[in-house]
């Protein structure tokens, strides 16, 4: 039996509805400063919705792909290609954890918190992290401030990650001729 040359439906839909959503929380947070300051919390609001999204749509990729084999990279792949291409897939499923995590850890220090419950989409009450909540509000605001600058530094590590993907993607399929975006559904 031929192992798949493709992704199949589900890990195509996830892949590219994760890539959109990471797209879009990116989109919305990075010129925050250059809307109206009335736009700022809808918008945070927005983006902590996502980011919660994303995490569970993350749950379910690796649910996903802990039962179903993806297609081998082709044959023409060096062995440090195939090496690279294991590392960044990893770390790339690492940053859909530790994205939303950071962000939901950060919110739930956030010394308004209690003033602002968390809903998602304006709709679903959604809770902060417990014992996050529950610590003295000084050493709060010290891990509002630490869980911040993580999450600050896993978006940048996402940024390059994002970066090297997209270029292996495209050395391989338009320079290597390898049938790359189609492996993934493109």
């Given amino acids: 039996m031929n192992p798949p040359s493709r992704y199949n439906r589900p890990a195509i839909v996830l892949h590219w509805l994760v890539a959109a959503l990471m797209a879009l929380n990116v989109a919305l947070v990075l010129p925050i400063d250059l809307f109206p300051e009335s736009w700022g919390r809808p918008i945070i609001d927005t983006h ?10 993350a749950l379910l990729r690796l649910l996903w792909r802990l039962g179903h084999v993806p297609p081998p990279l082709p044959r023409g792949y060096r062995r440090w290609e195939r090496r690279a291409s294991r590392l960044a897939h990893g770390l790339l499923y690492a940053l ?49 401030q630490l869980f911040g600058g993580w999450h600050t530094a896993l978006g940048y590590m996402l940024y390059g990650l994002v970066a090297l993907h997209l270029a292996g993607a495209l050395k391989h399929q338009f320079i290597d001729k390898e049938p790359e975006l189609q492996r993934i559904g493109l």
């Fill in 48 to 57: 902590k919705s996502i980011g919660i999204t994303v995490l569970g749509l």
């Fill in 96 to 144: 859909m954890f530790a994205l939303p995590l950071s962000g939901w850890m950060h919110d739930s220090a956030w010394k308004d918190a209690a003033t602002h419950p968390m809903k998602l989409y304006g709709l679903v009450p959604w809770p902060r992290i417990a014992w996050i909540v529950d610590i003295d509000p000084a050493r709060k605001e010290y891990l509002h």
